[in-house]
């Protein structure tokens, strides 16, 4: 690694807690970006000259923070422009600084400011833009491409969301408890979206590369909030789906299903990181949907192959995530783990309830086809089928559908000879 | 004489490296490890997970289990080689050919007394 790759990633590295702590003392995001920015600029010309400060974090806030002031000095043209030699002196500085830092507020200035970026006034979409432009420092043009939309379009995007926030109030105070608990929720909540932004975006290296920068970010939630079990849940569903990325596409694209995949090519290490994440949480006695989703990840984790897997586990697990989360994709979910334990008619007859509600889902007719296939009722499994590929997002979706209609049209024409 | 070599660095900065910087340490990493294994110098290696994964137990009064690692630093430790070596001097090389290899952070050297000695590592029993 060249040493302006160890100043990038310390740059990285530092970019939510300093740009954190600017916001606290600027209560302005574009000023708090604007003196990282400037701090960032000074630290590549007198890092490697000075070589890098005990403290980058501190550094950086302290550099930026004089930064902005020496801004608004220059502007109101009252003092002279200070000297270079502002870097220099440094040392002294840093070590209060660093000292005041290590208390809770620095927790509390990363929090505020992913909180910021899912202000409710703003779109998901805003959301994830905006998170992933401010905290975690992507350029417009990486969003964009991530986004699959002009830059320009991209620009547009994060400085509406910028404008929404600014006409919005933004609470600095220290937060109670209540209050904690719920930006924290928030804040799992937009990093999921993102990680979702990227999983479902298929084999795009761009995109997938969403799917890192939301684990990245909920491993710094969790460094910050220890002992919240949800956010052990929600890094540990996100590790353990993410575990299975060289797996889930053919060499066309094409998805391939869970029981399909070749279970050598899952990344072992994000699966054990995984399933001590869900082990440490169980601990808690706290449950919730992150915590019980990345559980029912980790049945499929342990499984070395498909017919390991315990499915009787997961149809409990999902029975927990309908009571705290009732919803008609969780019991269509819970269906298919049925099928498996119970066979094809009790989970017919789970989802036929749900057939209004999720009328145009594309799961639910292919899940129908399957289960009714499984039955031998072939032509009831066609017309859900057909209905399955009509509502297909993806044309892999629809191969997926027509390899099953294929199958079963096979099987039941007559034998030859 | 055996000495473990613990890594330590910032996990914020490790995190923050991009796929192909993290490929790049683990391939320059992986040429050291090479040369010192051809030198039967090498024992297990091992890269620890995130600290986030780690619980502690505290051996207070009545032990209790915390979540997270034993000590809140800036930097952590993240991964240990054992090498097996003719002196100090020997192992301080070893760490500094490591240390080129993925700068940041910085390697503690500690010997090693080994409970169980015929399960020594990269030695004959």
Redesign the interface.
């Known amino acids: 690694?060249t040493?302006t790759?160890?100043i990038s990633?310390?740059l990285?590295?530092?970019r939510p807690q300093a740009i954190g702590a600017l916001l606290r003392y600027f209560r302005d995001l574009d000023t708090a970006e604007e003196a990282y920015q400037d701090a960032c600029l000074r630290a590549l010309k007198a890092w490697p000259r000075n070589g890098?400060p005990r403290?980058p974090t501190a550094w950086l806030i302290l550099v930026g923070r004089n930064a902005a002031i020496d801004a608004v000095r220059r502007s109101s043209r009252t003092e002279p422009l200070p000297a270079d030699e502002l870097i220099s002196d440094l040392e002294e500085a840093e070590t209060p600084l660093a000292e005041r830092l290590d208390g809770s507020q620095y927790r509390d200035d990363i929090l505020r400011l992913l909180f910021i970026c899912c202000h409710p006034d703003l779109p998901a979409t805003q959301q994830i833009a905006l998170a992933l432009r401010i905290v975690s420092g992507l350029s417009v043009a990486q969003i964009a491409r991530a986004f699959l939309v002009s830059e320009a379009a991209m620009e547009q995007r994060i400085t509406r969301a910028k404008a929404r926030i600014a006409k919005a109030s933004v609470p600095f105070e220290t937060p109670g408890a209540v209050e904690r608990a719920e930006r924290l929720s928030a804040v799992a909540a937009m990093v999921y979206l993102l990680f979702n932004e990227g999983y479902t975006a298929g084999n795009d290296e761009a995109r997938s590369?969403l799917c890192?920068e939301a684990i990245?970010l909920a491993?710094?939630l969790?460094?910050l909030f220890?002992?919240e079990p949800e956010i052990?849940g929600l890094?540990a569903l996100m590790l353990l789906q993410h575990s299975r990325a060289a797996a889930r596409f053919d060499a066309a694209g094409e998805n391939i299903l869970l029981e399909d995949q070749d279970r050598s090519l899952w990344d072992d290490?994000l699966i054990?990181?995984g399933v001590?994440?869900v082990d440490?949480a169980v601990?808690h006695n706290r449950p919730g949907p992150y915590q019980v989703q990345a559980a029912i990840a980790a049945v499929h984790a342990r499984a070395l192959r498909p017919q390991d897997t315990d499915w009787a586990r997961i149809d409990a697990l999902y029975a927990a995530l309908e009571r705290m989360q009732p919803s008609p994709v969780v019991t269509l979910n819970r269906a298919v783990a049925v099928s498996k334990v119970r066979g094809p008619a009790a989970a017919l007859e789970m989802i036929e309830p749900l057939s209004s509600r999720l009328s145009g889902y594309f799961y639910y007719f292919g899940a129908r086809g399957a289960f009714l296939m499984q039955l031998g009722r072939r032509e009831e499994a066609r017309v859900a089928f057909a209905r399955a590929i009509a509502l297909a997002g993806t044309p892999s979706e629809a191969a997926h559908i027509r390899s099953h209609l294929d199958r079963m049209m096979r099987d039941s024409a007559p034998t030859a000879g | 004489m055996l000495y473990a070599i613990l890594c330590y660095h910032d996990e914020d900065v490790v995190w923050a490296w991009s796929p192909e910087e993290d490929r790049a340490v683990m391939a320059r990493l992986r040429a050291v490890q090479d040369k010192l294994a051809k030198a039967g110098k090498l024992g297990p290696s091992l890269r620890l997970l995130p600290t986030t994964s780690a619980m502690t137990l505290r051996k207070s009064e009545e032990p209790i289990v915390i979540d997270g690692p034993y000590a809140e630093t800036k930097e952590q430790l993240l991964g240990l080689y054992v090498v097996d070596v003719a002196d100090l001097d020997d192992a301080a090389d070893a760490a500094r050919e490591l240390a080129a290899a993925n700068p940041g952070g910085a390697y503690e050297i500690r010997p090693i007394s080994v409970f169980n000695k015929d399960r020594r590592p990269g030695g004959t029993p």
Request: net charge positive; proline share 3%; hydrophobic share 45%.
């Open positions: 690694m040493e790759d160890w990633s310390a990285i590295a530092a890098p403290d590369q890192d990245r491993r710094l969790l460094r220890q002992m052990m890094t290490k054990a990181e001590a994440l440490k601990r």
